[in-house]
């Protein structure tokens, strides 16, 4: 059910990637052992979510401020890199998990990375 209160930033596509990727983690999480649950698991399903985050929380603001937020939405997806990796060395999930996380990660960080650059072209204008 799509709510009647509409909010501008959840039109944006790197907006709605980054929720998708976001609830793909939490699941994805869910299957490393119990012993993970404060640590690896929590880590990489904050980090996940802080991309969504950081993009809605810098989106209303001026343009530095929103360039600001992607640089730490940036910082979020190469934190999950890194949580991706070390679950596939534990062996948490297999290669071609950590390659989907990869892909997506991959995505959405050209994609943070190209609206900044648009963003710094039009305030350097």
Same mark, same amino acid.
């Given at each position: 059910?799509?709510?009647?209160?509409?909010?501008?930033?959840?039109?944006?596509?790197?907006? $709605?990637?980054?929720?998708?990727?976001?609830?793909?983690?939490?699941? @994805?999480?869910?299957?490393?052992?119990?012993?993970? @649950?404060?640590?690896?698991?929590?880590?990489?399903?904050?980090?996940?979510?802080?991309?969504?985050?950081?993009?809605?929380?810098?989106?209303?603001?001026?343009?530095? $401020?929103?360039?600001?937020?992607?640089?730490?939405?940036?910082?979020?997806?190469?934190?999950?890199?890194?949580?991706?990796?070390?679950?596939?060395?534990?062996?948490?999930?297999?290669? #071609? $998990?950590?390659? #989907?996380?990869?892909? @997506? @990660?991959?995505?959405?960080?050209?994609?943070?990375?190209?609206?900044?650059?648009?963003?710094?072209?039009?305030?350097?204008?």
């Amino acid at each position: 059910m799509k709510s009647k209160y509409h909010f501008k930033f959840e039109d944006l596509i790197i907006y $709605q990637k980054a929720m998708d990727f976001g609830e793909a983690v939490d699941i @994805l999480v869910k299957n490393f052992p119990a012993y993970e @649950l404060y640590a690896l698991s929590s880590q990489f399903r904050r980090a996940s979510d802080s991309i969504a985050l950081n993009i809605a929380e810098g989106y209303p603001g001026s343009d530095a $401020q929103f360039v600001k937020h992607i640089n730490h939405a940036i910082h979020s997806a190469n934190e999950c890199v890194s949580c991706s990796s070390k679950a596939r060395r534990r062996s948490y999930i297999n290669f #071609e $998990q950590d390659e #989907e996380n990869r892909k @997506l @990660l991959s995505e959405l960080t050209k994609m943070m990375s190209s609206l900044r650059k648009k963003i710094l072209e039009r305030t350097n204008s």
